[in-house]
């Protein structure tokens, strides 16, 4: 079975944040509406104006951009020079330069945060996208210890139900179970079912779980999606 290495799945990430292909979503300058929706059920229950918030392996920064936008100190990191360089020109032309910062950073190594600084931490497809069980347990751990007691970590992510991503799974596997690597990029992708997403985050409080449906389309056909969105809390020191 064919297997990625980090440097390889860099490569890519590289080459499709400087000439987006398979990913136009990632290209896009609207927000993720699983991030909306985290701000609205956040609203709901505190007043935003004061909080920090991060991104980790933000793109090019749509939803970093628009929780600016919405007065929220924001945080976005990527590996990719391309997609953090497009996000600080992005940030600047929307006039929220003084509310984001932006920083190449691999999630996989030490991350630049002091601990318990941020009111929460964003993983919106970004773990999913992390080539190696390593390398995700490394990036969840350092997302807990940079969230402040009592933050949330909201994780939007792809399903094992969603059919693209099955049909994948069956053409395209890797020796990781629910993964994949792209037919035509090889770029490394990995879905997760609820009870797993539960095992690895056990060491947090699950707050809410539930399914955003909706249509995407892939190579011009029409699939159905059934992503995951979790948030999760940091218990009180
Ligand atoms: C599916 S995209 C999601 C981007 C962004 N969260 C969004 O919703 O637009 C995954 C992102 O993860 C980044 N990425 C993948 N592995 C990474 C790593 N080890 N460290 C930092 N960024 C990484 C990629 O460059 C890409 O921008």
Redesign the pocket.
């Known amino acids: 079975m064919k297997e990625i290495t980090?440097g390889e799945?860099?490569k890519i990430?590289?080459k499709?944040?400087e000439a987006p292909y398979v990913?136009r979503?990632?290209d896009?300058e609207n927000p993720?509406g699983g991030?909306v929706k985290f701000y609205k059920w956040l609203y709901s229950k505190t007043a935003t104006e004061n909080v920090k918030g991060l991104?980790?392996?933000?793109?090019?920064g749509?939803?970093v951009i628009w929780l600016a936008k919405q007065k929220i100190n924001m945080t976005g990191?990527?590996?990719?020079k391309n997609?953090i360089e497009e996000a600080r020109r992005r940030a600047e032309a929307a006039g929220v330069q003084s509310k984001t910062n932006f920083l190449v950073?691999?999630?996989?190594k030490k991350w630049k945060f002091d601990s318990d600084s941020f009111d929460f931490v964003?993983d919106?497809?970004?773990t999913?996208?992390?080539e190696s069980a390593e390398?995700r347990n490394f990036?969840r751990d350092e997302a807990i210890r940079v969230l402040k007691p009592n933050g949330y970590l909201l994780v939007y992510t792809l399903s094992t139900d969603n059919e693209f991503h099955k049909e994948m799974i069956k053409t395209s596997p890797t020796s990781q179970s629910n993964a994949f690597l792209h037919p035509t990029t090889g770029k490394f992708e990995k879905t997760w079912d609820v009870t797993e997403l539960e095992m690895f985050y056990s060491s947090l409080t699950l707050i809410e779980s539930e399914r955003v449906p909706k249509m995407s389309t892939f190579f011009g056909k029409e699939y159905k999606e059934n992503n995951i969105w979790m948030v999760f809390q940091k218990a009180t020191i």
């Open positions: 980090h799945q860099q990430w590289e499709e944040h990913l979503q990632m896009s993720s991030v991104e980790m392996c933000c793109g090019k749509r939803s990191f990527d590996f990719s997609a950073q691999d999630a996989t964003v919106c497809f970004a999913t996208d992390i390398g990036a």
